[in-house]
């Protein structure tokens, strides 16, 4: 029997960060330093997450997918092939930078990769919003022109957000994340952000944090995608985000209600933003995901008031 595979968080300190991972999700942090993003599920040579328990415990994603690659992700995934997709919590106390995500047109060229990103706010203080997007008829030169006067900020849209608020930001979007929020970012396999602009502020270690002010106007002037919408619902199931790099359901449970997959279908990612999950013995509380292997079948039967994000439809060999 293939087992779901849960990883030990990766924690970030950042400038931006604080201490509501602890408060929200329960974790343990150590020491005092502001964290702002857990890396749940990462494969990259930089990061690596590793399995929590279980017969594959202490493996990492890398030697997993090397090893059974075609049990987790399909019968024709390379086992070269890195995971897809990047899973992270962010606690976002004060306010993020000013910043976009190169288009696939252009990352290479830039030296970067491109980051289409969901955002899922699961707790949001009274005030707090995102930016994303410029607004009709900025284009990059505009744009330029207000970050030598200070005004950028007044060319993006500003979106309120509420808990259970859903966000698609694609490459080359601009965007950024106002204080106040916490919230679950599915991801490209990506770490390329292009900072440019950042409030005066400066990093951890007191100097100003670097810019990519060239690199930014390169991916805006690149950028095809729309301006984002702001997804808000109290259906009972709904897709979130559905885009060529993945597909993001949102599962609102009742007590006792079950979730069932089959195997042989396809890989999944589940992640339990309210209320708890069981399966086989194996309970997920608010904040967990876990990896489904493709070859792995799953019966879930929900708590009290349980919402879901499942996210799928990334492990096809053209993505």
């Known amino acids: 029997m293939t087992p779901l595979l849960q990883f030990k968080p990766i924690y970030q300190e950042r400038v931006w960060g604080g201490r509501g991972l602890e408060t929200f999700l329960g974790r343990e942090l150590t020491g005092t330093a502001p964290i702002g993003e857990s890396w749940e599920m990462v494969d990259r040579p930089e990061a690596q997450s590793l399995v929590a328990g279980g017969p594959w415990a202490e493996?990492?994603?890398?030697?997993?997918?090397?090893?059974?690659?075609?049990?987790?992700?399909?019968?024709?995934?390379?086992?070269?092939?890195?995971?897809?997709?990047?899973?992270?919590?962010?606690?976002?106390?004060?306010?993020?930078?000013?910043?976009?995500?190169?288009?696939?047109?252009?990352?290479?060229?830039?030296?970067?990769?491109?980051?289409?990103?969901?955002?899922?706010?699961?707790?949001?203080?009274?005030?707090?919003?995102?930016?994303?997007?410029?607004?009709?008829?900025?284009?990059?030169?505009?744009?330029?022109?207000?970050?030598?006067?200070?005004?950028?900020?007044?060319?993006?849209?500003?979106?309120?957000?509420?808990?259970?608020?859903?966000?698609?930001?694609?490459?080359?979007?601009?965007?950024?994340?106002?204080?106040?929020?916490?919230?679950?970012?599915?991801?490209?396999?990506?770490?390329?952000?292009?900072?440019?602009?950042?409030?005066?502020?400066?990093?951890?270690?007191?100097?100003?944090?670097?810019?990519?002010?060239?690199?930014?106007?390169?991916?805006?002037?690149?950028?095809?995608?729309?301006?984002?919408?702001?997804?808000?619902?109290?259906?009972?199931t709904t897709v979130l985000a559905d885009c060529h790099e993945f597909r993001i359901t949102r599962h609102q449970l009742a007590a006792g209600e079950n979730l069932a997959f089959k195997a042989g279908e396809q890989a999944r990612i589940i992640s339990v933003v309210s209320g708890r999950l069981t399966a086989d013995g194996t309970s997920l509380a608010v904040g967990d995901n876990a990896l489904l292997p493709y070859a792995g079948a799953f019966n879930f039967v929900a708590g009290q008031g349980t919402v879901v994000l499942v996210t799928d439809n990334f492990s096809s060999l053209d993505k």
Not at 104 to 113: F, I, N, T, W, Y
Not at 174 to 190: F, P, V
Request: charged share 25%; net charge positive.
């Open 59 to 236: 493996k990492s994603l890398r030697e997993i997918l090397i090893a059974r690659g075609a049990e987790i992700m399909g019968p024709q995934w390379p086992k070269a092939r890195p995971f897809p997709i990047l899973v992270k919590w962010l606690d976002c106390r004060e306010r993020l930078s000013l910043q976009v995500h190169p288009p696939s047109s252009v990352a290479a060229k830039l030296g970067g990769e491109p980051k289409t990103e969901n955002w899922y706010v699961a707790a949001a203080k009274p005030g707090a919003a995102v930016l994303a997007g410029l607004k009709p008829g900025v284009d990059a030169a505009k744009f330029r022109a207000a970050l030598k006067d200070n005004t950028a900020e007044s060319l993006v849209h500003r979106l309120p957000t509420l808990a259970g608020d859903s966000l698609l930001i694609r490459s080359g979007v601009m965007h950024a994340i106002d204080g106040g929020n916490l919230i679950l970012e599915i991801q490209q396999n990506s770490d390329t952000t292009y900072r440019v602009y950042d409030w005066g502020r400066v990093g951890l270690d007191g100097k100003p944090r670097a810019m990519h002010v060239e690199q930014s106007m390169a991916s805006l002037e690149a950028n095809t995608a729309g301006t984002p919408q702001l997804v808000r619902t109290s259906d009972k």
